[in-house]
């Protein structure tokens, strides 16, 4: 069982590139969100998917849209990507919004010259 | 959404019980407690969650407070893999996601 799965693992881009990170779950869960973690720091929620056809913005949503494709796939895009878009991208997804525990992605190390 | 309050850090020996603590007196009474734990290079992994009463599973137990002010999870026996940050989350928050702070970095002495 895959569970949370996010292409590509790693990426370097040049300022000004834009990029999609993909995200996909196999687990039937209707809720699915887009993290960033900066070194040193926790999780900050950039946008999330309640349920297949609704997106919201998060913390952090500036700079990032993204599209719910379908109720298995989220994608994160970076119109014009910027140094300080340098982390770790993490996927999640849950059964529903709210209590259920979220079961994350190994991430996308993406690193912005 | 309310906050909590971690160690940044604890040790701990190898095959040794370990109580790691996190604060949350401004917890609301819907609020669950969360915990979860990232290993290096790895995304988050869920450990365990609770409203009230204490839980226990394959993984650790949570301990909860009786005012809820306060938590513990406990590992009842560290390894090595369990070398890691653990957070204590409080749960869902007014957009149902989970608010990370920086967590307390577990190390395990062999």
């Known amino acids: 069982n895959a569970g949370v799965t996010q292409t590509p693992k790693f990426q370097v881009l040049k300022t000004g590139q834009s990029m999609t990170l993909q995200c996909a779950q196999d687990?039937?869960?209707?809720?699915m969100y887009w993290y960033r973690q900066d070194p040193g720091m926790g999780l900050r929620l950039i946008y999330y998917?309640?349920?297949?056809?609704?997106?919201d913005k998060g913390e952090v949503p500036n700079g990032y849209n993204v599209s719910r494709l379908n109720k298995r796939e989220f994608s994160l895009r970076l119109e014009s990507a910027a140094p300080s878009q340098t982390s770790v991208y993490f996927c999640?997804?849950?059964?529903?919004?709210?209590?259920?525990?979220?079961?994350f992605g190994d991430g996308t190390r993406l690193s912005i010259l | 959404d309310a906050k909590t309050t971690q160690p940044n850090s604890m040790e701990s020996n190898e095959e040794e019980p370990v109580h790691l603590p996190c604060n949350h007196s401004t917890i609301s009474g819907t609020d669950y407690i969360h915990w979860y734990r990232q290993l290096p290079s790895q995304g988050p992994e869920y450990v365990i969650h609770?409203?009230?009463s204490n839980v226990n599973n394959r993984m650790a137990s949570l301990a909860i407070a009786e005012d809820r002010k306060s938590s513990t999870l406990i590992l009842h026996r560290a390894t090595l893999r369990d070398a890691a940050v653990y957070y204590c989350i409080l749960g869902g928050g007014s957009q149902g996601n989970l608010i990370f702070g920086k967590g307390t970095k577990l190390s395990v002495k062999p």
């Open positions: 999640a997804s849950s059964v529903v919004k709210g209590v259920q525990p979220q079961h």
């Open positions: 687990m039937n869960h209707n809720s």
């Open positions: 609770g409203l009230t």
């Open positions: 998917s309640a349920s297949e056809g609704t997106t």
